[in-house]
């Protein structure tokens, strides 16, 4: 709350800046103003009605407004029980993929866009190689899909190679979650890249300059210079990736496939989760939805400047 | 030999004569093994070494050992991946078979999908997605992001809220929207029921769902053409709002005129960026329905091609729908980039 009234400061320095005008009607700027309400509205009422909707009881869901909490009578932590059941071993397969995967592509892209940056060679070359990087942040997952299911079903079975875990009593349906953080790690590598270079193109280089002079080797540069520097944008890339890594669903579906696997990540058991012969029970999708969400959305409510750096490079 | 390859090399390089030029160390290091220890192997490593850095400079060698893995590593799944899903396309992979049989190579795969009216459809589908999408969240963004550039109270609060839904999954989202479009007890119905409208089946009819998802694909991402106006308006000097005040431009007319036309670049990224998610609504509409088939009408062709190739088997088939779906990625990113680099902007 104290980090509000800061920000709020910082906003008001801003207005003081005579940037904007300054001179006007308090009646326009109450329309501003209820103009940025309804907009605020309009994108929590989804999710407000979302959690209302996950505590009610099946006749309370028909009988008390989308958006309405739900009365005395209508109100059940059942179906919240239901979700955690269900979904909480997908929420440990999912963690199980998503830091691993998180933490080894920023530090793969730092160390990527260290090589790129810092490092005196061509500067048209270090860019050729960069957009030949960053033009795979684009590339639409569905055209590697086919070749990706080869590669892990033909090519390179890691299932026999990791057999020793299996002979330790893990179920071999786990080897999708190491194909996962290796997946996760190589489609990453483009956008990790990207935001630690941006980051190290506006680093001073004197330090770095004065270091390389003594001698110093690239590997000591990055480890007692850029290293130590660059906490920001780790925290800004692992936020992002973090996000990403837990919300994807298509990889998870090619790669684990089915929601009955022992390794099912949490995307996948959502997706099915509240559909039955009987038609679909939306309390329990609520439920289930926010129960999943929840890590990302703890991560963007305690880190959302981050965040939106993340999403704005 | 070495002489035969500095003769060579001298010829066939026309910067070769710059070496006295350069001012570091390099030139010194590189003649001397030469000329000292001719032949000998470490010289051989060390002479085509410091040639490299000549040619590309003197970190090149050193540096490479940061960026080469993870470069080969990326180009192997991202550009390794797309020239093997070609291939896969030319054949007629199908079934349970482990490989595909890269002996007989045709567009045979292209042509059924010329001919195929489901293809045709989601095709245009996703045309229409993605020109709709990204105007519609520009748009949304560019609003959002003038109100709260002018200096408000609670801005952070604000901003926060807008972005908020990019942070969650489509799966996630793909519930919520479930929920507002439900015929009988959804707040999309309750809301023009208000008007008088309805109730209209958001989900079911074909001439409908398609913007039921695109509207909610714009809830969820205005925020972050939001944030990316929003920090293209800080990047306009104060000094053009108020020069455009003096010349007594209305409010409307400053945005119009002034404002708006610098934010080509943030419309450009942002734009490039919001149809990739639009090609990611993959994750929506599988959520939407929990299984490969979207509802119809709202096929695209990310649906299409992974429903062809893990639902039906028909892996060639998916491979070749994959292959459009990439050239209609790369008409629109193959230009930005090289907008980009042209820029400098790498």
């Known amino acids: 709350m104290s980090d509000d009234a800061l920000r709020t400061d910082g906003g008001t320095a801003a207005v003081s800046r005579a940037r904007r005008t300054l001179g006007e009607m308090t009646a326009g700027e109450a329309s501003l103003y209820g103009v940025l309400t309804l907009a605020a509205a309009f994108y929590l009422v989804p999710i407000e009605s979302g959690l209302v909707t996950s505590f009610k009881t099946g006749t309370a869901i028909i009988e008390t407004a989308p958006f309405a909490p739900p009365g005395g009578s209508g109100f059940t932590l059942e179906k919240w029980q239901t979700a955690i059941d269900a979904l909480l071993r997908g929420m440990g397969n999912s963690l199980l993929y998503a830091v691993p995967a998180t933490i080894i592509s920023a530090l793969v892209g730092s160390i990527t866009a260290y090589g790129l940056t810092i490092p005196n060679w061509k500067p048209s070359y270090k860019a050729l190689v960069l957009a030949i990087i960053i033009a795979g942040i684009f590339i639409p997952y569905q055209a590697v899909l086919v070749p990706l299911t080869q590669f892990w079903s033909q090519w390179v079975q890691l299932g026999e190679i990791l057999s020793f875990v299996w002979a330790l009593g893990i179920p071999d349906d786990y080897v999708g979650i190491v194909e996962l953080v290796i997946t996760h790690v190589a489609y990453g590598i483009p956008i990790c890249t990207l935001l630690f270079r941006t980051y190290y193109k506006t680093m001073s280089d004197e330090m770095m300059e004065s270091a390389r002079l003594d001698g110093a080797s690239l590997r000591r540069v990055y480890r007692r210079i850029v290293l130590p520097l660059s906490g920001p944008m780790f925290a800004v890339v692992l936020i992002y990736q973090f996000t990403q890594i837990w919300n994807d669903l298509l990889f998870t579906l090619v790669l684990v496939s089915t929601e009955s696997s022992a390794a099912a990540p949490v995307v996948l058991i959502l997706a099915g989760l509240g559909t039955s012969m009987e038609g679909q029970d939306f309390a329990l999708r609520m439920a289930g939805a926010f129960f999943a969400a929840l890590p990302t959305l703890a991560v963007y409510i305690l880190f959302g400047d981050e965040f939106a750096e993340g999403v704005a490079a | ?346």
């Open chain 2, 1 to 346: 030999m070495f002489n035969f390859y500095r003769r060579l090399h001298r010829a066939i390089s026309p910067s070769a004569g710059d070496e006295d030029a350069r001012t570091d160390g390099g030139v010194v290091s590189e003649d001397a093994p030469a000329a000292s220890d001719p032949g000998a192997d470490s010289g051989v490593v060390d002479r085509i070494g410091s040639e490299i850095d000549r040619r590309f400079g003197s970190d090149f060698v050193e540096s490479s050992i940061f960026w080469l893995p993870p470069f080969l590593l990326m180009a192997l799944f991202v550009y390794g991946a797309v020239i093997w899903n070609l291939f896969i396309s030319l054949t007629d992979y199908q079934g349970f078979a482990n490989a595909p049989d890269y002996s007989n190579l045709d567009f045979g795969m292209y042509t059924r999908a010329l001919a195929d009216s489901g293809f045709i459809d989601a095709a245009i589908n996703t045309l229409i997605l993605l020109i709709a999408f990204t105007v519609g969240t520009l748009t949304i963004g560019l609003i959002l992001a003038i109100l709260i550039d002018r200096g408000i109270r609670f801005e952070n609060t604000f901003r926060t809220i807008y972005l908020l839904p990019m942070s969650l999954s489509f799966v996630v989202t793909a519930q919520f929207w479930l929920w507002i479009y439900n015929f009988n007890n959804g707040i999309a119905n309750g809301v023009i029921g208000v008007f008088g409208l309805g109730p209209v089946s958001w989900l079911g009819n074909q001439a409908i769902v398609l913007y039921a998802v695109i509207f909610a694909l714009m809830w969820q991402f205005s925020g972050y053409a939001m944030v990316v106006y929003l920090a293209g308006l800080r990047a306009i000097p104060d000094e053009h709002y108020e020069a455009a005040k003096v010349d007594g431009a209305s409010t409307l007319k400053m945005y119009w005129r002034v404002i708006i036309p610098q934010l080509k670049g943030a419309t450009i990224s942002a734009a490039v960026v919001l149809m990739v998610f639009g090609m990611k609504a993959f994750d929506f509409l599988y959520s939407l329905v929990g299984g490969y088939r979207p509802p119809n009408g709202a096929d695209i062709l990310a649906t299409k091609m992974v429903r062809e190739a893990y639902a039906n088997l028909e892996w060639a088939y998916g491979a070749a729908i994959a292959i459009v779906l990439f050239g209609m990625a790369l008409a629109v990113i193959g230009p930005y980039l090289v907008y980009e680099y042209r820029r400098d902007n790498l």
